[in-house]
């Protein structure tokens, strides 16, 4: 079935992917640029213009405690995109040698591994974060170590499997036979035949670490204030929306755009195969 | 049957055994104890003592862990210093809301994703199919605050229709607080639908391309007995495997949700018990989530195996 797609299809899915790659390209220069650009203050607050709606002073109008929606929205993606980025990062280099050296071991190391994976993805993330946040402190440092640490298992499992379909091929018994290092094996022979899957997982648990982390932020228990950051801010203008929406649209509009973007980038046929 | 059932019964009381002695373990190695949540900065070396002595809290791991799961026997899970009541008095009427708010959800969500998990896989060529597939998928990668408040502005601000923020209290009667049931129960059937009718839809197109049912087709099977009789009961099982997964998610996993129109459930209970690090809360609490986990495996497993044919065939014959 896979690849017998008619034209109509593959121009549909490249659509897709274009427009995913343009928002999420814009998301990062926005998050990047939001430091440079000539925004009013994230912080000061002005008592005599509290959830005021746009105008010409405040674009998008200001919060609860005066503050400009604007800037703390261009601002409030750097915390959990930042935190997010660095987690997955670490988290994908940790699966991804867990799931190789699991793979080529074998035997009954590869099942402990694997066994021990199970587990942690058993264990609900969004309560073990709260925990950690909680009893352990919430610096950037112990949650990032934190995500890293419950985000590698899916990616460990994804390349676990993918990997052992490859090294049962005749190219890795070629490359064996050759005398190539378990290195050069698995950075030149089996790295490049699983990269679109491992990307796609990869970028997948990028949207569950960004969701998780401003979750824990909404909840109080992630990013401090007065700290922008979307979750945070969403959490801190639910109160107020009758009065005023944009406070809290704004960085609803932010989230939800660069979650379905990162969706849109990565290509439906590969997350077909993952699930 | 009986037997499996039995076996498979004695095999997660073993688990849960097991796993309840690891959570108290677990929560007892998390830095500070319910006397330093309770005395926070006042907390002085003479008040500390004074406190956990009160609290028999001197006592040995093991040996207070031996009186936790006595009292769990005779149905105490013990007393919360932090907010001076009995753990059961503050988990109870919590328990009976999040049951009926998760009860509300799966009656929305659960068979309207079976119907049209079978409508889109059988229309899967379809616009109204794409945009279902497409929307589903939306739904299930936002995270529930944002569609929690999207509704929120919705129904309850602009279309003031129902009530966005819970008043009352975790105490109330069923019928006072059905009202406030309908926003959170909406937000979480969205979520749940949106995973059922996925599973159900990609199980029904991959059970459609097997052989039997093919060779039933080339029988002259009326298509509509092909589905009913054929297809459906094979492919049934992972959607049901994804149901059993959200309904236990839906008891113990709705922090956000709750905590998002102040829904006095457990979820936020937890997240304040989390918060003000209330350690003998949160082990009930999470003892409770390990039970539903365990239930939900288990409810799972049986009725998979009373839905496959060749079991079925055995108890028969």
Known sequence: MIGLHSTATRTRRRITMSAGAVIVGGHLLLALAASVLPLQSVVAQDSNAILQGASGAHWLGTDSLGRDVLSRTLHGGQPSIGVALVAVLLAAALGFGLGTFAALVGGWLDDAIMRVVDVLLAMPSLLVLMLVASFIGREPVVLVATLALMYAPPIARVVRGASGNVLTRDFILAARLRGASRRAIVVGEVLPNIAEVFITEVAMQFTWILLAFSSLSFLGLGTSPPTAEWGLMISDARGFITVSPLPLLAPVAMLASLVLGVNALVDRRAQAALS | ?317
């Open chain 2, 1 to 317: 049957m009986t037997a499996y059932l039995l076996r498979r019964l004695a095999i997660s009381l073993g688990v849960l055994a097991v796993m309840s002695v690891l959570v108290f373990l677990g929560v007892e190695a998390l830095p500070g104890d319910a006397c330093t949540a309770l005395l926070g900065r006042s907390a002085t070396a003479t008040k500390l003592a004074q406190c956990r002595a009160a609290n028999g809290l001197n006592a040995s791991v093991s040996h207070r862990l031996i009186d936790w799961a006595s009292g769990l026997l005779r149905g105490d899970l013990g007393f919360s210093i932090k907010r001076d009541k009995s753990v059961v008095d503050i988990v109870m009427p919590r328990l009976r809301n999040s049951l009926a708010l998760a009860t509300v959800s799966s009656l929305m969500a659960f068979p309207l994703a079976i119907v049209v998990g079978v409508w889109s896989a059988r229309r899967k060529r379809t616009r109204v199919a794409r945009v279902v597939d497409t929307v589903s998928l939306v739904l299930m990668t936002l995270p529930e605050f944002v569609t929690a408040s999207v509704l929120w502005l919705l129904f309850s601000v602009w279309l003031p229709l129902l009530p966005g923020v819970t008043m009352v209290s975790s105490n109330a009667s069923l019928l006072d607080i059905l009202p406030n049931i309908w926003l959170p129960a909406i937000t979480l059937a969205l979520v749940v639908f949106a995973h059922v009718m996925r599973s159900m839809r990609a199980s029904f197109l991959v059970t459609e391309e097997r052989p039997f049912v093919e060779a039933a087709r080339a029988r002259g099977i009326a298509e509509r007995i092909v589905v009913r009789r054929h297809i459906l009961p094979a492919a049934l099982p992972s959607p049901i495997n994804v149901i059993a997964v959200t309904a236990a998610w839906l008891l113990t996993g709705t922090f956000v949700v709750e905590v998002v129109f102040n829904f006095p459930g457990l979820g936020r209970i937890a997240v304040d018990a989390i918060s003000d690090r209330d350690t003998a809360l949160i082990l009930a609490l999470t003892l409770f989530g390990l039970v539903v986990f365990i239930a939900s495996s288990f409810v799972s497993d049986a009725v998979t195996r009373a839905l496959d044919p060749r079991v079925r065939a055995q108890v028969a014959s």
